[in-house]
């Protein structure tokens, strides 16, 4: 699968953005999907998944209540709604498709290639 990643762009603290992710092929429905971030000297990092078919999702802690996950598998897209942003969002934002697990922990083999999100304060 092949992934698009758009939607980033300049906001200022408080404001929102929606992040969308499409994929290529006729399978995306049995890809569990992922967006990552990656700050400047920082580690890349977890934000949020969604599973095969939309039903469960999964947050990291520091966006909790103000990012949330959704996914068209009628349009082969995944979303990422940002609200409430904070200069502490800025990074780039990669959109990632994982079809497998290992020792209980989900690998993700596809990747976007990112969009950057600057949250000004």
């Known amino acids: 699968v092949q992934l698009q990643a758009s939607g980033g762009g300049l906001v200022q603290t408080g404001g929102s953005l929606r992040l969308s992710c499409a994929a290529s092929g006729r399978t995306f429905s049995s890809y569990f999907m992922g967006w990552f971030r990656k700050a400047p000297g920082k580690e890349r990092e977890f934000v949020a998944a969604i599973s095969w078919s939309g039903g469960s999702t999964y947050y990291a802690d520091s966006v909790k209540g103000r990012f949330t996950i959704s996914r068209d598998n009628t349009k082969n897209t995944v979303y990422l709604q940002m609200n409430s942003l904070k200069p502490e969002d800025t990074a780039v934002y990669y959109c990632?498709?994982?079809?497998?697990?290992?020792?209980?922990?989900?690998?993700?083999?596809?990747w976007g290639q990112g969009t950057q999100v600057t949250v000004s304060s």
């Open positions: 990632a498709a994982s079809n497998r697990t290992v020792g209980g922990y989900r690998e993700y083999d596809y």
